[in-house]
């Protein structure tokens, strides 16, 4: 596989360091993991590690406080917007949204278009009425349903829905232009492109995929939503709790990460300068999947998504060879989600460029030797 073997496989190779293409916990830049590093044992002359601070210290305090700072300036976000650090994984949130926001008697609406979506109705549904106002289900969800097509309810107390789909590689291309406030699982894309923070009650985000490490889970939400949640609601999963004070300890290391993954991208341009980076990388992709027969993307075209792209093999017997051999080759991860199998490239921000180009080199001797 002498195409594969470049010079900037052997380079990442003698680093011990290869292309992680993993859908989450995702990639994350090198330059961060490098300072984290060097911090890990002592952070900053504190004489100890970040990891174990007071989560009430000056120097906790300071770095959630930066991490706030630099989510607004990238997002440009108001004072009116609370950013909320919390555990449990977006998983918590299908449920902690409806607890709050999803009034006795009322409705709220979602759009269901993969694997997420549904989880996320789901436990509306125990909370309340949540009506599906769309599915692209007919279609093994590989597309986002026209607008033309939603049954919207006018007073719906928010409209869900899941910006990017990891699992079947599709993507909104623009925001619902809808009456109720939206409400966004962007677990997947976020801070990958920009976005209308008017648009929004309430935005969440896993780090693990794009933004940090497993653990954390980012919460902004805007404070006259907030102020619509409903009452006695218990203490931990009442988003109030959390906007009026820190309650409970924080993932603390999660959220030191997650500050440096925030300023690694602010020095690079911001979300305008890493969204040509990544529709560039796409770009890459897809033309190779679409070269020729071997290969098959398996998102309809209009719909495909920046940060996770999804394929197969024309002879999908030949599937585990192409996993097994890119293993081999120094490419990690490739491997689709269980629910569905195929291959999935993860292009998440940190991902270089350098990595989707080895990818395709590996594709073109693949085929050479395959096809």
Known sequence: MQSVESAAFRVDRDAGRLYNFSAGPGVLPEPVLEEVRQE???????????MEISHRSPTYTEIAASARALLKKLL?????????FLQGGASMQFYQVPLNFLPPGGRADYLVTGTWSVKAIQEAQRVGTAREAASSKDRHFSYIPDPASWDLDLEAAYLHFTSNNTIFGTQFKAEPEVEPLLVCDASSDFLSRPLDPARYGLIYAGAQKNIGPA???????????????????????????????????????????VEKVLRWLDGLGGIPAIQQINEAKAARLYARLDAGAFYRGTAEPAFRSTMNVTFR???????????????????????GHRSVGGMRASLYNALPPEAVDALVAFMDDFEQRYG
């Open 313 to 335: 093999l024309a002879d999908e017997a030949l599937e585990p060879v192409f996993l097994r051999e890119a293993q081999e080759a120094g490419l990690l991860a490739l491997k």
């Open 40 to 50: 890990l044992p002592v952070y900053r002359g504190i004489g100890t590690s970040v």
């Open 215 to 257: 653990g954390v889970t980012v919460v902004l939400v805007r404070d006259d939503f907030l102020q619509r949640r409903n009452s006695d609601l218990p203490t931990m999963l009442d988003y109030g709790t959390h906007a009026a004070k820190l309650f409970n300890t924080p993932p603390v290391f999660a959220v030191y990460v």
């Open 76 to 84: 440009g976000l108001g004072d009116e917007w609370h950013i909320l």
